[in-house]
């Protein structure tokens, strides 16, 4: 009989163990499935107002060949927001081939993002009545390309065929918008810069037209050739590549092309831990995010600033500090898609300062912290 009773004790322990298991095993699967594993419905029909879809485009693929899909609400206000999404670049055939160790190569947790930072439904969110024709990511190429690689493996850089259709089948749920938002965070900034002149094409009836650059600087000589022979872009895209500044050459060519009519606006963290790991890639084949690469970023983004302010004088820059390593002083990277309506020690939040400027009152902060030093 004495031995009855520690088994009973230990019978009961692990059953609540087990209980305790199992609820840990279901709050996980239900916030994978609230965030990396969130899916939309699929777009049947008229979209309901204020609720996001998944928009299947036929031909269009990820790199690694598998569907890709656009991601989109429609909104109360006459607004528009074609929003692209980051997540790495491929450069060259071995940065192709080597895939999800430099870019997302699929579709696989980018539905959740378009629900948070400029997206999001908040109320102090002054976007959240627009439509939103996101743009996810998964093609290597800043949404860029139309080639197919084919080295050891089949690489697809189609951002640009997928991007393309995508916009033309989606337009038809919207009407002639009056405001265009054209933005991206990362390799969606890239895009931005990128694109924006073919975005803004296909818009004719936006008279009011804002561009916002989120977090993108590499310095790399061969963009053009990149641009060329392994995404394949556009001519008139690649074309106006003629130095080792993607975004600057884009945003120049922009500027001249359309004048006032269009208000630039770039904004970046002054020493971002993502961006100097890829320029250190560039530069000497490896990954890495040290305090003299953080110092080299952040003289690499004055001089950027600078090349900006000479070339577009009423150009908008928004230079932030936040979640600062306290050992190499490197900052976080990109801001839109998550904390943009945080102050940042501004007077105005990203947020607010994209939203003045579409409103006409264009402004720059934080500059003086490129002259920070340690």
Known sequence: MENIKPKGRLKKALIIIGIIILAIVLAIFIFLKLTFFKTFPKLEGEPEIGKWYDVPVEIAKSSDGSKWHGIFRKGLENKVVVYFFGGGVSI???????????????????????????????????????????????????????????????????????YSAYVEQVKQYLEEPDTLLVTGFSAGGFATSLLADDVIDRFPSAE??????????LLYDGWQDTAVNLWKSPVEISDRLT???????????????????????????????????????????KMDKTKELGD?????????????????????????????DENTHNTQHTIISANVFDRLGNDR??????????????????????????
């Open 92 to 162: 060259t055939p071995e940065t192709s081939e080597g895939g999800t160790e430099f870019f997302a190569t699929n579709m696989t947790a980018q539905d959740f993002v378009a629900q948070g930072g400029i997206g999001s439904n908040a109320e102090d969110n002054p976007f959240k009545d627009w439509s939103f024709i996101v743009i996810p990511y998964a093609t290597g190429d800043f949404h860029a390309g139309t080639g197919i690689y084919e080295g050891k493996k089949t690489v697809y850089h189609t951002g640009y065929t997928n």
């Open 208 to 217: 009011n037209v804002t561009v916002c650059v989120d977090s993108s600087l």
């Open 243 to 285: 130095t080792n500044n993607l975004v600057l050459d884009s945003l120049t060519a922009l500027h001249k092309k359309r004048g006032d009519s269009v208000k630039i606006l770039f904004d970046c963290s002054y020493r971002d831990d993502t961006l100097m790991q890829y320029q250190s890639y560039i530069n000497s084949g």
């Open 296 to 324: 080299n970023f952040q003289r690499d983004l004055k001089e950027m600033v600078n090349g900006l302010q000479t070339n577009i004088p009423d150009v908008g820059i928004y230079i932030w500090c936040y979640g600062e």
């Open 349 to 374: 939040s990203v947020g607010e300062w994209i939203y003045d400027a579409v409103n006409g009152d264009v402004k720059t902060y934080g500059v003086e912290l490129l002259d920070r030093t340690f």
